[in-house]
């Protein structure tokens, strides 16, 4: 009973690489979100999907890419890493757009030196 | 757009203690609403959620939760908190017609033993 898989765990980039954070959930899910999380600031919501093939943009969508081409995947792509973009970021996925209760993954810890 | 309030940043209690986290939404027309908690260097996960019918709902590990329509409020309540309630506590709002639920910026619980 996986759920929400999110890989690496840790990251650490130089400015200007560029990397995939990797997330899957096993449950069928047709919604799915990423998240970046910094202290005092909460949960910032970057792009989200409400099934393969779409996509949109969040609060803080600059900086990253996203696909959703399967139902089960939901890959984030820093296409240029800047120090602004060390964080905790968080894969959530839910049933159906508007059910609103998110399963989350355990977190990618990047850092960007 | 609708925005949540989480009113106590720090909240610091002993164990015993009895615990109150605020959470005010903005938003006026129909709702549903969450409480996470985030156990340190864990992800989030849900503790209790309100779609409707009776206001005062109940989640795990004796927590429970008011929704108050005249005061757009859905506080967090334990009656005598444990030291393995330390963590941070978000709450969220999903207004009707969305399907991206709003995070308030969270409340970290320390509890001393």
């Known amino acids: 009973n996986a759920g929400v898989t999110q890989t690496p765990k840790f990251q650490v980039l130089k400015t200007g690489q560029s990397m995939t954070l990797q997330c899957a959930q096993d449950m069928n899910h047709e919604y799915m979100s990423w998240y970046r999380q910094d202290p005092g600031m909460g949960l910032r919501l970057i792009h989200y999907s409400v099934g393969a093939g779409i996509t949109d943009q969040g609060e803080v969508p600059n900086g990253y890419n996203v696909s959703r081409s399967t139902t089960e995947d939901f890959p984030l792509r820093l296409l240029s890493a800047a120090p602004s973009q060390t964080s905790v970021y968080f894969c959530?996925?839910?049933?159906?757009?508007?059910?609103?209760?998110?399963?989350f993954g355990e977190g990618s810890r990047l850092t960007v030196l | 757009a609708q925005s949540v309030s989480q009113h106590n940043h720090h909240v610091i209690l002993s164990e015993a203690a009895s615990l109150e986290l605020g959470c005010n939404y903005s938003y006026g027309g129909t709702v549903n609403l969450f409480w996470y908690v985030q156990y340190p260097g864990q992800h989030l996960q849900l503790l209790l959620k309100y779609f409707s019918g009776d206001p005062l709902v109940k989640g795990i590990k004796g927590f429970e939760a008011e929704f108050i329509k005249s005061k757009f409020s859905f506080n967090l309540r334990k009656p005598s908190v444990q030291w393995s309630d330390t963590a941070e506590y978000f709450c969220a709002v999903l207004s009707g017609g969305s399907y991206i639920p709003t995070f308030g910026r969270g409340t970290s619980l320390i509890v001393h033993p």
């Open positions: 959530a996925s839910s049933l159906g757009a508007g059910t609103g209760e998110l399963f």
